[in-house]
C-alpha cells in the first residue's frame, strides 16, 4: 500500500551544525512532497514543499532535495539553531491539494 | 490576522457523550480537513471538505461526523461511537486549483476522556 516512512525517528544535533532528516516514500504517482515543523502542543507549520517535477528547492536555512528514483525525500536545515527542535514530518499526495500521507516525524532535538 | 482558530485547546468528555470541536478560517479557503494525531504518531485523516455542503470520509470516520454548513467553519463532533477518542485533533484548511494547494494547520484540541 502506500506509505511515507522516516528513517530515523530521532536525531540530536548540536548547535550550528547542519542537520538532515530523511524521508521514504513507496507511491511513484505522488506528485506533491510537504516538510511539516511541529513544537509540542501545537499544530504542524508548513516549511517548504516540492513538486516532482523538481529535484531541489531552497528556503531560508532549509533545502528539500527529492530523488524520484529511489524515492526518497529529505530536510536539510543548516546553522540548526535551539528553535529547530520539534518533530519534522514528510507528507505526500498524488497532486496539490490531494489527501496527505504523513509519516511517522522525526524528533530533532538541538544541544546547545 | 488570517488564520485557522480551534477551540477549545483541551476538552473532556464523559463515556457517552457527544462533543463537538470547534475550527473556523478566515483564510478564505475553499477545503478544510480534520486528522488526528496520536502520541508518537503521524496525522491521520478523519474526514475533509472541499466544498460547502459537501464532505467525504478519510481514513478513520467511524465515530465522527461533520457538517460544512459555511466556508469557514468545519465542526467535529466526536460521538459516543468512538470507543478511543483521547487523541490531538488538527483542523486545517487549503484552497482548491492551483499549483500549491498546501494545508495550513490550526492550534488543535487535545480531547481527554474522564
Known amino acids: 500500500g502506500e506509505s511515507v516512512g522516516l528513517h530515523l525517528p530521532t536525531l540530536s544535533v548540536q548547535e550550528g551544525d547542519n542537520s538532515i532528516i530523511n524521508c521514504a516514500y513507496s507511491n511513484s504517482a505522488s506528485d506533491y512532497f510537504i516538510w511539516y515543523k511541529q513544537e509540542s502542543g501545537k499544530g504542524p507549520q508548513f516549511i517548504i514543499d516540492i513538486r516532482s517535477n523538481m529535484d531541489k528547492r531552497q528556503g531560508q536555512r532549509v533545502t528539500v532535495l527529492l530523488n524520484k528514483t529511489v524515492k526518497h525525500l529529505s530536510l536539510q536545515i543548516a546553522a540548526t539553531q535551539p528553535g529547530d527542535s520539534a518533530v519534522y514530518f514528510c507528507?505526500?499526495?498524488?497532486?496539490?491539494?490531494?489527501?496527505?500521507?504523513f509519516g511517522q516525524g522525526t524528533e530533532l532535538s538541538v544541544k546547545p | 490576522d488570517g488564520g485557522i482558530t480551534q477551540s477549545p485547546k483541551y476538552l473532556f468528555r464523559k463515556e457517552g457523550q457527544n462533543v463537538t470541536l470547534s475550527c473556523e478560517q478566515n483564510?478564505?479557503?475553499?477545503?478544510m480537513y480534520w486528522y488526528r494525531q496520536d502520541p508518537g504518531q503521524g496525522l491521520r485523516l478523519i474526514y475533509y471538505s472541499q466544498i460547502v455542503n459537501d464532505f467525504q470520509k478519510g481514513d478513520i470516520a467511524e465515530g465522527y461526523s461533520v457538517s460544512r454548513e459555511k466556508k469557514e467553519s468545519f465542526p467535529l463532533t466526536v460521538t459516543s461511537a468512538q470507543k478511543n477518542p483521547t487523541a490531538f485533533y488538527l483542523c486545517?484548511?487549503?484552497?482548491?486549483?492551483?499549483?500549491?494547494?498546501?494545508?495550513?494547520f490550526g492550534p488543535g484540541t487535545r480531547l481527554l476522556v474522564l
Open positions: 483564510l478564505n479557503h475553499d477545503a
Open positions: 507528507a505526500e499526495s498524488n497532486k496539490p491539494g490531494g489527501k496527505l500521507i
Open positions: 486545517a484548511s487549503s484552497i482548491v486549483g492551483g499549483s500549491r494547494e498546501t494545508q495550513y
